[in-house]
Each structure stands twice: as structure tokens, then as C-alpha cells.
């Protein structure tokens, strides 16, 4: 019996951090009953993220940060080990970003579609956008505009400087799962980080920077997109499990020295369905079953 599944609810400080135990938990309990049903690991990964995107605890789906003009974009991405893969990104206000990832790379000949694009084939595909703005995030919004008021347009470095603290908190979801075939499936969903400029794409639609699957394994990143994207992350960590295995690869990418200072995180499944998970940030909140043993971070 192979079957595995780790998800993560984002790397950096996370404030809440009953709430984030509580949505870990429950979306990986949930993964891990369509594993036992007879799920592939794509639906696993599917079911896991719906609930994450749902949840208001974490930032996609609904709960999503605001950008800086207030609008909620998200992402999402989907990749299996076979190298299939979808994600999109930019969508505007949908709440289960992950089915259009996984619809893009089903019935369409593209890896990643962006934008009005996007929107358009949600759209077609009966995905409706919501009001998807918690209370909690109206706030955080109107906090960051007095912080960096009047900076934005006069002086871009002021701005950048003072976006600064509001990057600590990152809760974006993930998930890799491993099926009863050994297939891999990990996946992504995000509202990006607070404040970004309209039109940012971070790392989580971006294939080998926001995650990757192979068959040898697979690797799902969060934190600093921007940092992520940088050193290709999620492919870097992945290349590496044939020389010294999964978990080797990813202490030994946290180590390096150029890395060591980044407020970024990973989980992964070596071939075996072997959990793995570590980050350089203050918190990241994951969740694991394998062979019915749940473990959770502290
Ligand atoms: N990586 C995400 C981004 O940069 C944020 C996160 O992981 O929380 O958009």
C-alpha cells in the first residue's frame, strides 16, 4: 500500500495558528478518505484544496489577500507525475481556482493561461466569480493603505519598503498526494501576497518554481514567491532525489547559503510516499497521513 498525502496551508508568521491546525487537519483527513476510497492522487489533491480554498483561515479561495487597488486575484496549479499539468492565474475572484487548473490542463493544449483569458474560460466552464473579501482582510487592506499612503506613486522604494512587514504573512495551500498506483499529484492555490501591484504572478502557477511531479516524486513550495521563482525552487529540490533522495535534496537547499535567509518553505513525497517538509520562515503549517499515521506541525 503506497498511499500518502501532505498538505501546507503557507510559510512566513502565521498568527492564527489553532486555525491553521484545524484547516490542515481537515483537508488532509479529507485527501486522505478519497485515497482510501479509491481516488487517484489528482483527486485526492482536489478534494484537499477545495476545503483549504474554503476556508477563511488561509489566503485562496475565500479569504484571499486583497492587491493593492483592493481586487482579489488568484492562482492555481495542478502538475501530475506523468508531467501533465495546468494552472492558471490572475483569475478574478474565484473561489475554487484549483478546478480551473485542473480543467485547463484536461481540455486545453496549454500549461498555463492567465488573466482576462482565464476569466473567460471559467466562464465557459459555468466558474462564476464571488465576493470572496473576509472582514479580516478589508482591514488588513485598509491598514496597509495608511502605512504606505501617498508612497506608492511618489516614491516606489518607499513603498516596497513598507510593504515589507505585511509579506510575513503568507497562507497559501498545497498539496502532494501519492495514489495506490504510485502516481503523484501535487497542487497549489493562492490569492498571492497582500499589496502586490495588480498583474503580479508569483510562484505558485510557475512549474518548477511554485511546484513540481516527476516519478521519482513531487514538491510543492510557498513564501516569497518572488524568491522562489528566483532559483526555480520546486525542480531544484526534485533534481536532486535520484543523487541523495527527496529529503537530503530539500535540508540541503534550505542550507545553502544563498537560500538560508529566504521566508520560503516546502513539502514533498519521495517515491516511496515518504513525507517530507521544511522551510527557512518563521511558521509553515502542514498536515500528513501516510499508511493511516497523521502527523501534524506543532
Ligand atoms: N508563494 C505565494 C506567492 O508568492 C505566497 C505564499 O506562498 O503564501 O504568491
Known sequence: MKRSIIVHGGAGYIKDLPAHKKGVEHAVRAGWEAL?????????VKTAILILEDDPAFDSGYGSYLDLKGDISVDASIMLSNGNSGACSNVSSLRHPIELAIKIMEETDHLLIVGAGADALARRWGMKPEDL????????????????????????????????????????????????????AVGLSTGGMRGRLPGRIGDTPVLGSGFYAGPSGAVAATGHGEKIMRHVSSYEIYRGIEAEGLKASLQGFLARSDIRDLDIGFIGLDKDGEPVWGHNSAH??????????????K
Open 133 to 184: 473579501r473576509t472582514e479580516k482582510e478589508i482591514i488588513k487592506h485598509k491598514k496597509l493603505l495608511k502605512i504606505i499612503s501617498g508612497k506608492a506613486a511618489s516614491d516606489e522604494k518607499e513603498y516596497y519598503t513598507k510593504l515589507r512587514p505585511f509579506r510575513d504573512l503568507s497562507d497559501t495551500v498545497g498539496c502532494v498526494a501519492m495514489d495506490d498506483t504510485g502516481a503523484f
Open 36 to 44: 482510501e476510497n479509491g481516488a487517484s492522487a489528482q483527486n485526492a
Open 284 to 297: 509553515m503549517s502542514w498536515a500528513y497521513i501516510r499508511d493511516g499515521n497523521y502527523d501534524i506541525f
